[in-house]
């Protein structure tokens, strides 16, 4: 059963930093490509960051280029976002995503 269990998520004020966690079990996690998705409340659940294989090229949504960093470890079965100077739109239920299996997702709360 494959299950992805995504951490790290909290409360943060504008302009600070976190870094999700999402650790996966039940695939060959370096065969799949990796995306982090959010979701905030009354939008649809838009991509964020993906990590491909096999060469583990990165892509971002233009409104987090520059602020966010996806990277993977493929011995840990875990794929990774840095998200630096946060802002209070990047509010969202943060989900890790394989193909069609998605992790229950952790809150981000950016405000003072």
């Known amino acids: 059963q494959v299950q992805l269990v995504e951490s790290g998520g909290g409360l943060v004020q504008p302009g600070g930093s976190l870094r999700l966690s999402c650790a996966a079990s039940g695939l060959t996690f370096s065969t799949y490509t990796m995306r982090w998705y959010r979701q905030a409340p009354g939008k649809e659940r838009e991509l964020v960051a993906a990590i491909n294989i096999p060469i583990g090229s990165t892509s971002y949504a233009d409104s987090v280029k520059g602020r966010f960093t996806i990277s993977r470890d493929n011995v840990k079965n875990t794929v990774y976002l840095q998200m630096n100077s946060l802002k209070s739109e990047d509010t969202a239920v943060y989900y890790c995503?394989?193909?069609?299996?998605w992790g229950q997702g952790t809150q981000v709360t950016v405000s003072s």
């Open positions: 995503n394989a193909l069609r299996h």
